[in-house]
């Protein structure tokens, strides 16, 4: 762990807590970081959940430890900043992973429908929170010696989804443009910020998907293939580590090659007849 390509650095991940049997983003990014050598802050509101990621980053020989925090918070994340650079001495990369699970009855709805109080829940998870992490990150990644800000987006945020969840792509669409802002106002500090959008995956996020509509999401990509929570991870980690020191303000979609196609090109890929037909499934 210790000649890792993160040897040397503190990690904060929010939600990076997990399911029982599940695999989301937060915690494939908190084992991935862990296992390049970083130390491992892993946050989320239920300490159960943090547990479980930090049990899974122990028994592979890594380091990592439970924040319980509400990341909406200011004062928690003054909190989990603090507890940080108090355990491990310093902070260095802040991962941005938090996201807001839609309630059902706010899909199919487009602006004209929106719920005002979904459309705030997802103002403070997708977005309010990642700023104010950013906002008491900063200055200790500053005294640190410098630091890497990941925010986790969406293709639903880029473009609009299948699903009308309009308050969560409005709320992950503004994730890129806090990036761009956070490299254009903090580059001289030694701060780089960067944003991952992810494609479709199956993960923990995506687990009650039906058959067909996963089979749909997977033929529509140029790769033809599903995206997992460890090909964000290991995006993350590049992001976090030196070697893209001289990247930053950037959007990087992970997306299998999703908005590389134009729509037609799209409804080719989607009818590919060796394919076979889609059947609805349970």
């Known amino acids: 762990m210790s000649e890792g390509r993160l040897a040397g650095k503190v990690a904060v991940v929010t939600g990076g807590g ?24 892993v946050a989320d509101i239920a ?5 479980r990621t930090v049990d899974a980053i122990l028994e592979e020989g890594g380091e990592g430890s439970v924040f319980t925090g509400d990341a909406t918070s200011g004062d928690d994340c003054r909190a989990m900043v603090a507890t940080a650079v108090e355990r491990y001495g310093g902070l260095h990369v802040l991962m941005n992973n938090l996201g807001f699970r839609w309630s059902g009855h706010d899909l199919r709805k487009g602006v004209a429908e929106i719920d005002e ?18 906002k008491h990150a900063i200055p200790a990644m500053v005294a640190s010696g410098g630091g890497s800000i990941i ?15 309009v308050a969560y792509s409005v709320t992950k ?3 890129p443009i806090l990036t761009r802002n956070t490299a254009a106002f903090h ?3 030694g701060i780089r910020a960067n944003c991952i959008v992810p494609g479709h995956l199956q993960s923990a996020y995506q687990s009650r998907i039906k058959p067909v509509d996963r089979e749909l999401r997977r033929r529509v990509s140029p ?8 090909d964000i991870a290991w995006a993350a980690v590049y992001l976090a580590s030196d070697e893209s020191r001289w990247v930053t303000g950037v959007t990087l979609p992970v997306d299998g090659g999703l908005f590389a196609a134009q ?3 799209a409804h080719d890929l989607l009818q590919e007849p060796d394919l076979g037909p889609l059947s609805e499934g349970d």
Request: aromatic share 2%; glycine share 14%.
């Open 18 to 41: 997990s399911q029982p049997g599940e695999i989301g983003t937060g915690r494939a990014s908190c084992v991935c970081m862990a296992r390049e050598g970083a130390r491992v802050l």
């Open 47 to 51: 300490a159960e959940n943090a547990r």
């Open 117 to 134: 109080d979904v459309l705030m829940q997802a103002f403070d998870l997708n977005l309010k929170s990642a700023v104010l992490a950013s």
């Open 151 to 165: 925010n986790v987006s969406s293709i639903d945020g880029i473009a609009g989804a299948r699903h009308r969840g």
């Open 173 to 175: 669409g503004a994730l």
């Open 187 to 189: 580059g001289r500090e």
């Open 223 to 230: 790769l033809g293939t599903e995206g997992t929570p460890w």
């Open 263 to 265: 729509p037609l090109l």
